[in-house]
């Protein structure tokens, strides 16, 4: 059983124009975020729980497989730089998005391996910031 996510209504607007423009190859990326999406309680920005992942955050998480530790910037796709950013288009960023700490979510891999990812801590979130991105 997946555990439950929240959304704010900015990030779900943001990530249904950006799923809307994105061209038939991303099929894979593009479903596994649009169901993440429809399952989400959406709330607006200033009723994020501070302990969620939400566009921009950074957080703290392990691949539960390997026991490795990352902390990153979940960012939409034009944002990603660095090594410290993650689009929320890659597996591991959408499945981020919405769990609070100390969540775990498994998927499978299109490759066919199970995969899961346990939130640790969100270290920054512009909600909780007070960056409403209104």
């Known amino acids: 059983m997946k555990p439950a996510i929240v959304v704010s209504t900015v990030d779900?607007?943001?990530?249904?124009?950006?799923?809307?423009?994105?061209?038939?190859?991303?099929t894979a990326a593009k479903?596994?975020?649009?169901?993440?999406?429809?399952?989400?309680?959406?709330v607006e920005p200033d009723e994020m729980p501070p302990t969620v992942v939400t566009m921009n955050s950074k957080v703290r998480f392990m691949l539960e497989n390997s026991r490795e530790e990352f902390c990153m910037n979940l960012v939409y796709p034009k944002d990603v730089g660095n090594n410290d950013t993650?689009?929320?288009?890659?597996?591991v960023g959408s499945a981020l998005l919405g769990l609070k700490e100390g969540d775990c979510i498994e998927?499978?891999?299109?490759?066919?391996?199970?995969?899961a990812v346990k939130v640790l801590g969100v270290e920054y979130q512009p909600e909780r910031?007070?960056?409403?991105?209104?």
Do not use: C, F, K, T
């Open 31 to 42: 479903d596994h975020l649009l169901g993440e999406l429809e399952r989400a309680d959406v």
């Open 12 to 26: 779900y607007q943001r990530l249904h124009s950006l799923l809307d423009g994105l061209p038939g190859a991303n």
């Open 107 to 115: 998927w499978r891999h299109p490759a066919g391996a199970l995969l």
């Open 86 to 91: 993650l689009s929320v288009l890659s597996p």
């Open 129 to 134: 910031a007070g960056e409403l991105h209104m």
